[in-house]
């Protein structure tokens, strides 16, 4: 935390100098996020954690029932984009490790740096969350008009290597991990049907924004990561809502939260199919691992939220296996797609 406040502190005191002054800044700022986060994307432009929303959490994590852990449970927090929410990824990082540490729930590791993925790695973790991640996450470097620019060679190489640390993954989740993604996740290696698969569903636009309101319905009060959670059936939000395409199958994922369309603002754009149905967070089985999805988190006030904050502190406990919704029976694939 302190090299984060640094890092910060030091943007803002190169800020007023000369462009020259503020260049370096932002390459010492990334350098000494680096060295705390370890390895960061070198050359992507990311904005440091919120100190606002970061000082909210920490007020608010402490008093946040959390559900008896088995063990010492110990979560990659991974945040690469190969294009936007470049504003939010740090901060949402920052959160989830703060949310661990003052719960006592869970271990973060946040961590960018691709031999996570190895299937040793993975092994010690008892999840992974991909934090608004978007794009080719796999791929270096982690930037959209960067990659573009290498050669077919060098792009051929990177592709194969993205593929091969996709399955492994992939693997990892079926074999008994658990994984949780917020937000652009779905947004998120977004040809790859295996990776759809393991999440439930892939982005398709965002028809309503922070500057609409919605009403969110709980769908099922009842289900272990809503109840006590929510104090009534709904409530109304600022944030982005997602529409989804293929594979998003209901008899697949149990939805716990939904948008209802009748109560919400018009969307700010056509919408891409007429059936009224928006789900928003889900939890599903994928072979024998745990996924849990929520598409909020666009907004910066919805990581400092505090009923969002519990709701997703109970997602990383199902994920990491702390806690049983007793639907992996009935959700449980018999029909995976083969391991990429």
């Not at 000082?55 to 959390?66: F, H, L, M």
């Not at 934090?131 to 050669?151: H, I, M, W, Y």
Request: net charge neutral; proline share 5%.
């Amino acid at each position: 935390m302190f090299l984060s406040l640094l890092a910060i502190a030091t943007k803002h005191s190169f800020a007023r100098r000369s462009k020259k002054s503020s260049i370096f800044s932002g390459i010492l700022t990334v350098g000494l996020i680096t060295i705390h986060h370890a390895t960061f994307a070198a050359e992507a432009n990311y904005a440091a954690p919120d100190p606002k929303i970061i000082a909210q959490v920490d007020s608010i994590a402490g008093s946040i029932k959390v559900a008896p852990t088995a063990k010492h449970r110990t979560v990659l927090v991974y945040g690469i984009s190969f294009g936007p929410h470049r504003f939010s990824i740090r901060t949402a990082q920052q959160v989830f490790k703060l949310l661990g540490e003052k719960t006592g729930a869970y271990e973060a590791i946040i961590s960018d740096d691709l031999t996570n993925f190895e299937v040793e790695k993975l092994k010690q973790f008892d999840a992974v969350i991909f934090a608004n991640t978007t794009g080719e996450v796999f791929c270096r470097p982690a930037d959209k008009d960067q990659f573009n620019s290498l050669s077919a060679d060098e792009k051929r190489k990177q592709e194969e290597n993205a593929a091969r640390l996709e399955k492994n993954l992939d693997d990892y989740v079926r074999n008994g991990g658990g994984f949780m993604g917020i937000h652009s996740a779905t947004d998120s290696l977004k040809n790859e049907k295996a990776y759809a698969a393991l999440i439930g569903a892939v982005f398709s636009q965002h028809p309503w924004g922070p500057n609409e309101t919605v009403m969110i319905r709980i769908e099922d009060p009842n289900h272990a990561l809503a109840r006590g959670v929510f104090p009534n059936d709904e409530f109304k939000f600022h944030d982005e809502i997602y529409e989804f395409r293929e594979p998003l199958d209901r008899t697949r994922s149990h939805v716990i939260l939904s948008l209802d369309l009748a109560k919400s603002d018009k969307p700010n754009r056509p919408l891409r199919h007429s059936d009224g149905d928006y789900p928003i967070a889900w939890t599903r089985s994928y072979g024998q691992g745990r996924v849990f999805y929520c598409s909020l988190g666009h907004a910066m006030s919805t990581f400092a939220d505090p009923t969002i904050l519990k709701f997703w502190l109970r997602g990383i406990q199902f994920a990491a296996g702390d806690i049983d919704t007793q639907e992996k029976a009935k959700f449980k694939s018999s029909d995976l797609p083969p391991s990429p």
